[in-house]
């Protein structure tokens, strides 16, 4: 069982990426599945999160609402996180969980069940 974040790298601001969670050795189907994202020095801070596949909602920090966009492709297991006009503040490790509900993601990030590696994301001139 294992999630693997990808998409990272170095953008200049105002850039995009889009990142993705994929899951192996379990669907993601029945799971929330939520982005999270920790800069130097600083705390780890839930950035969206889209419900399981029966509910599908989505949540954004108000930093985020506009220009990112979370969605699932049930066929690929895998959920993305579209970043765009992306700031220089926003440089941070990336890392996906899955957990039983968005709730857990708002209210109790630490019980998110499955957490990936974090992928790198630069936004820098």
């Known amino acids: 069982v294992q999630l693997q974040a990808s998409g990272g790298g170095l953008v200049q601001p105002g850039g995009s990426l889009r990142l993705s969670c994929a899951g192996s050795?379990?669907?993601?189907?029945?799971?929330?599945i939520g982005w999270f994202r920790q800069a130097p020095g600083k705390e780890r801070e839930g950035v969206s999160c889209?419900?399981?596949?029966?509910?599908?909602?989505?949540y954004y920090a108000d930093s985020v609402k506009g220009r990112f966009t979370i969605s699932r492709d049930n066929a690929k297991n895998t959920v993305y996180l579209q970043m765009n006009s992306l700031k220089p503040e926003e440089t941070a490790v990336y890392y996906c969980?899955?957990?039983?509900?968005?709730?857990?993601?708002?209210?109790?990030?630490?019980?998110?069940?499955?957490w990936g590696k974090g992928t790198l994301v630069t936004v820098s001139s």
């Open positions: 969980a899955a957990g039983v509900s968005g709730s857990t993601f708002k209210t109790n990030p630490d019980g998110m069940e499955y």
């Open positions: 050795g379990f669907t993601l189907d029945p799971y929330a």
């Open positions: 889209i419900s399981n596949i029966a509910d599908g909602s989505t």
